[in-house]
């Protein structure tokens, strides 16, 4: 099983960036899918989710500003996201989960998101 992450970059404050996510190796349409993002010294943290049938859902600071999507036709989840800061620079990860209680779970090794001026 492979996540992989792109769409990585550096931009300046209030750019934006979308990020992709192709997992291989799973059935993507079963799978919760989600992001989360680390910044340096920091633990990493939700950023969003969307279900099997498309619900998303965000972490507060996120909302209104990030959008997450999924197209099971090309195995794939976006992250959308508007109106970046620099508390936005982080490595954002790529998450998907099955079975009961999450106890399959998968993450990617990461894209870098850096926003400054």
């Known amino acids: 099983v492979q996540l992989v992450e792109s769409g990585g970059a550096s931009v300046q404050p209030g750019g934006t960036l979308r990020l992709s996510c192709a997992p291989s190796g799973i059935t993507f349409s079963i799978y919760h899918m989600g992001w989360f993002r680390q910044a340096p010294g920091n633990q990493r943290e939700w950023v969003a989710s969307i279900s099997t049938n498309g619900r998303s859902s965000y972490a507060e600071s996120m909302k209104g500003r990030f959008t997450i999507t999924r197209d099971n036709a090309k195995n794939t989840v976006y992250l959308q996201m508007n109106s970046l800061s620099p508390e936005d620079t982080a490595i954002y990860y790529c998450?998907?989960?099955?079975?009961?209680?999450?106890?399959?779970?998968?993450w990617g090794k990461g894209t870098l998101v850096t926003v400054s001026a």
């Open positions: 998450n998907a989960v099955h079975g009961l209680n999450g106890s399959i779970n998968y």
